[in-house]
């Protein structure tokens, strides 16, 4: 089968990123190889990991067995909270890209801001001198509300290329993204099919699926390009991989839009930037 073609999105550094990404988390070893390789055979070319996933090799390894040049790809990782500070980002992102066995990332990103820790200004401004010695092409963040994004612009200048978020039909998140965005941040969500814990299966969902003649993920995931959000859903299966990126060639009537955001009836994210913590 033709490998379907994700078109790029703009960064505010001017690079170009994939609209979506294969989520790597929670596979590890020779089955993440392997879902990684099948989903670069469907088009796939940014691969999302981090510190903390233990997969890191395992990006590398794919890439590698790929047989594709490395310029091609898109690869993401992320600062996790014990390697915060200035004396231990260099670590924490050595220690990555030595398990990637890549020379440099295409995004890197402060996986959450910790604000009661307080280091992640500090972490960002090396971050920013590891781009300017072209080991990490883009630096971003995730996790990071208006507030936080505010405080790495003020003592930077630098925008955050990318803000990876927690967002899907449960959690449409509308201020939050409205408050990352107008810094010019590009939003990614992370978890956008809540791990198929029931959203595929909500009415709404599956009416738009079914009048339109697409998949319920392929809803959610189009609600999120209509939006102008970016994301990473993950899959090990190739057919399912094939279908989430398979989401390039229709968009959704503003009125489906508006339907999808309305599921969200304001339940608080349980994993709260503000307070949650994870090292
Ligand atoms: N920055 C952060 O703090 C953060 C936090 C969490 C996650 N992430 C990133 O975001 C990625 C995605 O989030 P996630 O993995 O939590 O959740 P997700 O992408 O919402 O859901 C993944 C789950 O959905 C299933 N699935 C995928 N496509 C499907 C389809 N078309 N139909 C039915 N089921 C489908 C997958 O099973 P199969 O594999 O069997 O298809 C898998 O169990 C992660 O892998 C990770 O890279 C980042």
Redesign the pocket.
């Known amino acids: 089968m033709a490998p379907i073609s994700i078109p790029t999105r703009t960064l505010p550094d001017g690079r170009e990123m994939p609209w979506l990404g294969?989520?790597?988390?929670?596979?590890k070893g020779r089955a993440a190889v392997d879902?990684i390789l099948a989903a670069i055979e469907s088009g796939y070319r940014l691969i999302?990991?981090?510190y903390n996933?233990g997969n890191e090799d395992a990006v590398g390894t794919a890439i590698r067995e790929s047989g594709l040049p490395r310029e091609e790809f898109f690869v993401t990782s992320?600062l996790a909270g014990r390697h915060q500070g200035k004396p231990y980002v260099r670590e924490g992102f050595s220690a990555s890209l030595e398990r990637l066995g890549l020379d440099y990332v295409d995004l890197y990103?402060i996986?959450?801001p910790l604000p009661k820790v307080g280091r992640y200004v500090e972490s960002y401004v090396e971050m920013v001198a590891l781009q300017q010695e072209g080991l990490i092409r883009s630096v971003g963040v995730?996790?990071f509300l208006d507030e936080h994004i505010t405080a790495v612009v003020a003592e930077t200048g630098v925008v955050p290329a990318v803000d990876?978020?927690?967002v899907?039909p449960t959690h449409a998140q509308v201020d939050v993204v409205n408050g990352v965005a107008r810094h010019g941040t590009v939003v990614q969500?992370?978890?956008?099919?809540?791990?198929?814990s029931g959203i595929?299966e909500h009415p709404t969902v599956t009416g738009i699926a079914e009048r339109l003649a697409i998949?319920?993920?392929?809803v959610v995931l189009r609600w999120l390009v209509d939006r102008d959000i970016t994301?990473?859903?993950?899959?090990?299966?190739p057919d399912?991989?094939r279908?989430?990126a398979d989401i390039f060639g229709f968009a959704l009537e503003p009125a489906d839009v508006a339907a999808m955001t309305a599921i969200d009836v304001g339940k608080p994210v349980k994993?709260d930037p503000r307070t949650w913590e994870e090292f």
């Open positions: 294969l989520g790597t988390y929670p596979a879902a999302d990991t981090a996933y992320k990103l996986h959450w995730s996790n990876q978020l927690q899907s969500a992370w978890s956008p099919l809540e791990r198929n595929l998949a319920p993920a392929q994301s990473v859903p993950a899959s090990t299966n399912r991989q279908l989430n994993q």
